[in-house]
């Protein structure tokens, strides 16, 4: 047989691996290709549950009866398919860690593309010039209030630009 012919987990045998692991406050997440697609508004709310299942299949999806059992919110990475949820599970299990504290410099965080809902400045680092190209020089002149202006506006135009869509709903 030709792995993915009706490879649909069974409902028993996820049920019981569910219970062996749920507490109380348990949040159960199926990765799917039908669920919401994943963004970073979704990631910081899921870094405030208590406990997360991530749920997924292989080759195909999951008995229905057990999704619609256990199942508290359906969730994507992208249009697109894989061989199993496996890869979408590990997606959702990097950008929420990220949200917990330790894992990275708080700063981090808070920084980055899409926490301020727009794309991230360039960065540069050594050497000054490169290839005849040099680091823009506001960032060389120690002036944090002018590097925090330049920034910003970089953010934007790059948003602009690239991701246009993001700033709709400014
Ligand atoms: C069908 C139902 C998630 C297929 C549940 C899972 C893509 C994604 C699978 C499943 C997947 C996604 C396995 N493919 N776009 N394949 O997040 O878990």
Redesign the pocket.
Known sequence: MVAEAGMVMRADVVYDAYKAVKTDHTKVI??????KTLNQKKVEDLAKENHLIIL???????DQRVIDKIVDEE???????????EI?AMVLIDSVSRYIKGVIKEESVQEESFSNGLLEYPQYTRPEIFEGEKVPEVLLSGHHENIEKWRQAKSLEITKKKRPDLLENK
């Open positions: 199926y990765m799917s290709p039908q669920g997924c299949g292989h080759y195909e999806g999951i969730i994507s990475i992208g249009d697109y398919v894989l061989t199993g949820g979408p």
